[in-house]
């Protein structure tokens, strides 16, 4: 249908917008998206004109009063419940609003900035971070977190877990500059990766290529601990 054709092509580029300009949700929150009048009391649950209700929580179905711009119940984002919400149910379920992997990490990620915001990080919650920026890819971040979790929680019982996700993200961010012809950089991080877990047979063998690599290149940097200890199995 065209119509809902282009109802979620606006969808797309307005949750889009507000992903990228989260304040903008701001203005929208005192106009009622029903009657379209301005709502001025924003402790309401529900426009006082027409009755629809404005704040409810598209991930966990709370009623929020209207000045929240997080849910009061899950953390998550009302910002585009708000703009969801506008867009009739149809068009909404046709598109499976916010049930992709990606959407739903997207949100638990966003509850989660959310909780440190309000209780300060946790080591569950920052190895819980690490673990869907993994899932999205994001290598950089998982690094940049995952580094930053082994000296915050030295003592965490998710250690083991967190500095597995950081060699995964150091090994892909190696394989990133090696394909970009940075040799160096693919040299850092997989020593780096290394450094942490010495025997991942995959970082081993990226190492090998980032050496044919250097080698290829003609101005091979020189590797000073290159003989690795083989055969001793303690650390
Ligand atoms: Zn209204
Ligand atoms: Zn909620």
Not at 14 to 19: D, E, N, P, R
Not at 113 to 131: I, N
Not at 181 to 202: Q, V
Request: aromatic share 4%; charged share 20%; net charge positive.
């Amino acid at each position: 249908m065209k119509k809902s054709m282009f109802g979620a092509l606006t969808l797309v580029v307005v949750l889009l917008s507000f992903a990228l300009v989260s304040n903008v949700a701001l203005a929208l929150k005192n106009v009622c998206p029903n009657c379209n009048k301005m709502i001025d009391n924003q402790e309401l649950n529900a426009c006082p004109f027409c009755g629809k209700i404005i704040n409810k929580c598209l991930i966990c179905g709370y009623v929020n009063p209207i000045k929240n711009d997080n849910c009061a119940s899950c953390s998550a984002n009302l910002a585009e419940s708000r703009v969801s919400r506008t867009i009739d149910k149809e068009t909404r379920t046709d598109l499976k609003l916010g049930e992709s992997p990606l959407a739903q990490i997207a949100v638990e990620l966003a509850q989660i900035d959310h909780k440190v915001v309000v209780t300060g990080l946790t080591p569950e919650l920052a190895a819980r971070q690490v673990e869907l920026l993994s899932k999205m890819g994001w290598w950089s971040l998982v690094n940049t977190v995952a580094m930053h979790f082994a000296t915050q929680y030295p003592n965490s019982d998710q250690n083991t877990k967190v500095a597995a996700s950081r060699v995964i993200a150091l090994r892909n961010l190696a394989f990133l500059a090696l394909s970009d012809k940075n040799n160096n950089t693919a040299r850092d991080y997989i020593n780096t990766a290394l450094s942490i877990d010495p025997k991942d047979k995959e970082c081993l063998n990226l190492q090998k290529v980032i050496g044919e690599a250097e080698k290829a290149a003609g101005g091979a940097v020189k590797v000073t601990s290159d003989t690795p200890n083989v055969g001793s199995g303690a650390e």
